[in-house]
Each structure stands twice: as C-alpha cells, then as structure tokens.
C-alpha cells in the first residue's frame, strides 16, 4: 500500500478564493483524521471519521471549513472562503477504528493564502 | 483536558539512552497511551502504544506508571535520525489530542 495519500502537497491560493484539500486513507482503514498544525497552535484535530460518518468536528474552527467522507477512499476538506489565518500544514491520517491501533499520516498540504 | 504534558525539549548524545517522560494524569481507563515522532517536513510517524503493561518493539520501550498518570518513552541507543518532535497521546476511541511535544536533539 502506498499509504495515506495526500493532494496537492502545497497550495498558493488567494484570499477568499475556495480550497479543497484531498485525503486518500490507507486501504481498509475505517477512521480517518484531519489535523491542521502551525506553529503558534501546534497540531488540532479539526475532525475525524468512523466508516464513513463524521464522529467529531468539533475542532474545526468555522462554518468555512467542511470535510466529507463519501466513500471509504476518499476524503475532502474545504474551506470556503479562504483567510490568510488559515495557511498552514493540513495532515490526513487513517487506522483501524480501535483506539490501540495506530494512525498513519499522510506528507500533509501546505497551504497558504495571500 | 485530553492535553498530555511534556518538556518542551531534551538533548542526547549520540549512542546513549534516551528517556522521554509524559504526564498524563487525568487518563482513564480505556486511553491508550501512543506516541509518535514528527522530522522536519513529514508528518507525525507512530512509534510505540501501550494501555497498562510495558511495551517493546524495533523503535522504543514504553514503560506506563502503575497508577498510568505517566509513562515514559525509551529510546535505547540514540542516532542522529532520532532527533525530533515526540509526542504523547491518549487516545480514546479515534480521538487522538496531540500536545505540545518534546523536541529531541541529538549530539554526536
């Protein structure tokens, strides 16, 4: 397996302009995990997924932001409009869904808005 | 608050042990403890988890205080490739909240 794959690996987008982020979990994996980190915050998880259905957003900063999960390979998060306060390194990660299992991170999407 | 507690930073030298404490105090009974390593411009790497027991493999030990308000990552002969960020984690079901970490330097 490749692992989790993450698209684009970095963004340059504008202000108020719409950007979605791609997140291909790890074949058979059935949680799925967002995470967003910066420097002055760390890493948060903003959302994550159990075979399919959002379990827990309560980490994602704002109405902008939205993640889907409408099959089992494949994940989205966009954030509509775009901030400057926004760009930082996104992390796709995906495991089993039992909690001694462990996660596997994708390279992440560096965005940034200008 | 799911937030473990850790030193912002640790040195090592190069060949020598390196002990990695957490705090965790407010865990329950069904966290699991993981730890993970983040290296400049990757994502966060697993490394070891464990609930109760001590844990072994190819990477690190993980010794978990008997009451499981802390425990300590051991790294067993520091390389230069061991230097980053590592962070402990409870994790409860698939809610994984990541602290600050400590940032490991190795010297040779």
């Known amino acids: 397996d490749a692992g989790v794959i993450q698209s684009p690996r970095h963004e340059v987008t504008e202000m108020g302009q719409e950007v979605t982020l791609r997140c291909k979990p790890i074949?058979?994996?059935?949680?799925l995990f967002w995470y967003r980190q910066t420097m002055m915050r760390g890493l948060e998880l903003l959302i994550y997924?159990?075979?399919?259905?959002?379990?827990?957003d309560s980490g994602m900063p704002e109405d902008r932001f939205s993640a889907k999960m409408p099959n089992a390979s494949f994940s989205t998060l966009k954030i509509q409009p775009s901030e400057p306060r926004d760009s930082a390194v996104y992390f796709c990660?995906?495991?089993?869904?039992?909690?001694?299992?462990?996660?596997?991170f994708g390279q992440g999407t560096r965005l940034t808005v200008v | 608050d799911a937030k473990t507690t850790q030193p912002n930073s640790m040195e090592s030298n190069e060949e020598e042990p390196v002990h990695l404490p957490c705090n965790h105090s407010?865990?329950?009974?069904?966290?699991?403890i993981h730890w993970y390593r983040q290296l400049p411009s990757q994502g966060p790497e697993y490394v070891i988890h464990?609930?109760?027991s001590n844990v072994n493999n190819r990477m690190a030990s993980l010794a978990i205080a008997e009451d499981r308000k802390s425990s300590t990552l051991i790294l067993h002969r520091a390389t230069l490739r061991d230097a980053a960020v590592y962070y402990c984690?409870?994790?409860?079901?698939?809610?994984?909240?990541f602290g600050d970490g400590t940032t490991l330097t190795v010297k040779p």
């Open positions: 990660a995906s495991s089993l869904k039992a909690a001694n299992t462990e996660a596997f």
């Open positions: 074949s058979g994996h059935n949680s």
């Open positions: 997924f159990n075979n399919n259905v959002p379990i827990d």
């Open positions: 407010t865990i329950s009974g069904t966290d699991y």
């Open positions: 464990g609930l109760t």
């Open positions: 984690i409870r994790r409860d079901g698939g809610k994984s909240t």
